[in-house]
Structures are given as structure tokens and as C-alpha cells.
């Protein structure tokens, strides 16, 4: 345990900083989900709108920095590719 002042609050601001990116990265994984579900389901009105929301909560979260700019960038281009094959198929 720290016995220093600022390493007592340096303990409380890294768990509330911790907190927030654990609930940004939960969000990612949810809208993710709903975006598989989506392409698993072939509708692509339904996968466009999906591909929309987790493009944008990928974009807060590097504006926020809990995630490379690239990871988002590469998971983007993942779901673009999953959204072609489907537009492609019909």
C-alpha cells in the first residue's frame, strides 16, 4: 500500500481511468457483436447500420486512447471486407 499522498492518488485516478477504458472496451465487444449477428443473418440494411455504429464507437475510442488507431483501422477494414462479401453474395 502507498504511504506517499500523490502515490495514494495516483492509485485512485489509475482504477477510475481503468474503469472508463474497461467500459469502452466492453462497448467495442457489444456493437462488434451486434454487427456479427448482423452479417450472420444477411440482411444488409441491418448490417450497414450496424457497420456505422461500430465504426464510430471504434473511431471515440482512439479519440479517447484506449485503442491504437491502427487496431481500429485493421478491425474497420475486417468488418468492410465481412459487409462486401454479403453486399456481393445477392
Do not use: P, Q
Amino acid at each position: 500500500m502507498a504511504n506517499i499522498k500523490s502515490a495514494k492518488k495516483r492509485i485512485l485516478v489509475i482504477e477510475k481511468k481503468r474503469a472508463e477504458n474497461k467500459s469502452v472496451k466492453s462497448k467495442i465487444l457489444t456493437y462488434t457483436k451486434k454487427f456479427k449477428a448482423a452479417v450472420a443473418s444477411n440482411d444488409i440494411a441491418l448490417s450497414e447500420k450496424a457497420y456505422s455504429e461500430v465504426t464510430s464507437v471504434l473511431d471515440a475510442a482512439v479519440a479517447d486512447g484506449v485503442i491504437h488507431a491502427n487496431c481500429a483501422a485493421r478491425r474497420k477494414s475486417k468488418f468492410a471486407k465481412e459487409l462486401d462479401k454479403i453486399k456481393n453474395a445477392k
